[in-house]
T-cell receptor, first 112, second 113 residues
Framework: EADIYQTPRYLVIGTGKKITLECSQT?????MYWYQQDPGMELHLIHY???????EKGDLSSESTVSRIRTEHFPLTLESARPSHTSQYLC???????????FGPGTRLTVT | SQKIEQNSEALNIQEGKTATLTCNYT??????LQWYRQDPGRGPVFLLL?????KEKRKERLKVTFDTTLKQSLFHITASQPADSATYLC????????????FGKGTRLSVIA
C-alpha cells in the first residue's frame, strides 16, 4: 500500500480564512496530484506536479495555489475559503512513466 | 464536449453473479484506460490498466475489455461477493504515463448476500 499522508483529515473553517492542506509521500514518486471530489461525482483535477519546482494547473486551479519545493511534499493552499470549497480533497502520486496513481485518504473540508 | 459516462449510478446484484460495469467516452482517443475502486470516505485504489491495442485484460476475478471503435470499456467481476461492494471508477489515460487522468463519476456496486 502506498504511503501517502494527508492532514488534516477533517477541517471545518469559516469563510474568508486561508487554509493549507498538506500532502506528503515517502515513496519518492515524481508525480503528485490534487483532486476535488464531491459525493457521487467525478474527481476534478486541481493542480499537479511532475517534479520539484514543477507545477501545472488543472481544471479547478483558479482559487488555489500549490508548491513543490521537496519531492515528498505538495501542499495545497486556498487563499480565501468559501462555502463552495466544501468538498473532499484527494492527493495522489505516481512514478514517472508509470500509469497508475496512488491516492491518499483525503481531507474533508467544510467551509461555513 | 468531451465526456465519460459510466452506466447507471448504482448497480445491485446477487452474490455469486457477474457484475458488468460500463464506461463510455466521447471525443477522446485514450491510449490506455484504467479502473479504480473507491470505498466510502477513502481515496481510489488502482485495479487494472488496459492498452488501446489490448482487447481484454484479466486479474483474478476481474476482467476488462476495451473497444476503441465503440469507445467503450466493460469491467466484469465474476463470482461477486459482498466485499466487492464499492464505487468503481474508469479513468482515461490519454497519451502516456505523464498526462493527467480523466475520471468518470463511477458506478456504485452493491452485492447482496
Amino acid at each position: 500500500e502506498a504511503d501517502i499522508y494527508q492532514t488534516p483529515r477533517y477541517l471545518v473553517i469559516g469563510t474568508g480564512k486561508k487554509i493549507t492542506l498538506e500532502c506528503s509521500q515517502t515513496m519518492g514518486h515524481d508525480k503528485m496530484y490534487w483532486y476535488q471530489q464531491d459525493p457521487g461525482m467525478e474527481l476534478h483535477l486541481i493542480h499537479y506536479s511532475y517534479g520539484v519546482n514543477s507545477t501545472e494547473k488543472g481544471d479547478l486551479s483558479s482559487e488555489s495555489t500549490v508548491s513543490r519545493i521537496r519531492t515528498e511534499h505538495f501542499p495545497l493552499t486556498l487563499e480565501s475559503a468559501r462555502p463552495s470549497h466544501t468538498s473532499q480533497y484527494l492527493c495522489a502520486t505516481g512514478l514517472a512513466g508509470v500509469h497508475e496513481q496512488y491516492f491518499g485518504p483525503g481531507t474533508r473540508l467544510t467551509v461555513t | 464536449s468531451q465526456k465519460i459516462e459510466q452506466n447507471s449510478e448504482a448497480l445491485n446484484i446477487q452474490e455469486g453473479k457477474t457484475a458488468t460495469l460500463t464506461c463510455n467516452y466521447t471525443n477522446y482517443s485514450p491510449a490506455y484506460l484504467q479502473w479504480y475502486r473507491q470505498d466510502p470516505g477513502r481515496g481510489p485504489v488502482f485495479l487494472l490498466l488496459i492498452r488501446e491495442n489490448e482487447k481484454e485484460k484479466r486479474k483474478e476475478r476481474l476482467k476488462v475489455t476495451f473497444d476503441t471503435t465503440l469507445k467503450q470499456s466493460l469491467f466484469h467481476i465474476t463470482a461477486s461477493q459482498p466485499a466487492d461492494s464499492a464505487t468503481y471508477l474508469c479513468a482515461l489515460d490519454l497519451y502516456s504515463g505523464n498526462t493527467p487522468l480523466v475520471f468518470g463519476k463511477g458506478t456504485r456496486l452493491s452485492v447482496i448476500a
